[in-house]
Nanobody
């Protein structure tokens, strides 16, 4: 059974940075595409970005493009979400998710079967 654990959330001031980690157990993360998603209070879960398992290519939604970066450390079986220039509207519970897929990935929830428990990110002064 695929298991994912997110960590690194917390409180950060607007304009600050934070790095989230998604660590996998019971499977080799490099074999799966990893997506990052977030859900703010009263809103639907939305995709943030993803990294493919085929060639390591990444995809970001427009609202985070240029501010967020997804990377992978195969030795640690961990995927990171580096978030810079954070805004109050980035406040949400952030989730990582995994699934096998060929080719490029898209951060669509329906494309990912295995999910972590989420970590809270609060951007506030």
């Amino acid at each position: 059974q695929v298991q994912l654990v997110e960590s690194g959330g917390g409180l950060v001031q607007p304009g600050g940075s934070m790095r989230l980690s998604c660590t996998a157990s019971r499977f080799t993360l490099d074999s799966y595409a990893i997506g990052w998603f977030r859900q703010a209070p009263g809103k639907e879960r939305e995709g943030v970005g993803c990294i493919s398992n085929s060639d390591g290519s990444t995809y970001y939604v427009d609202s985070v493009k240029g501010r967020f970066t997804i990377s992978k450390d195969n030795a640690k079986n961990t995927v990171y979400l580096q978030m810079n220039s954070l805004k109050p509207e980035d406040t949400a519970v952030y989730y990582c998710a995994a699934d096998y897929m060929e080719g490029a990935c898209l951060p669509l929830a329906s494309h990912f079967a295995s999910w972590g428990q989420g970590t809270q990110v609060t951007v506030s002064s």
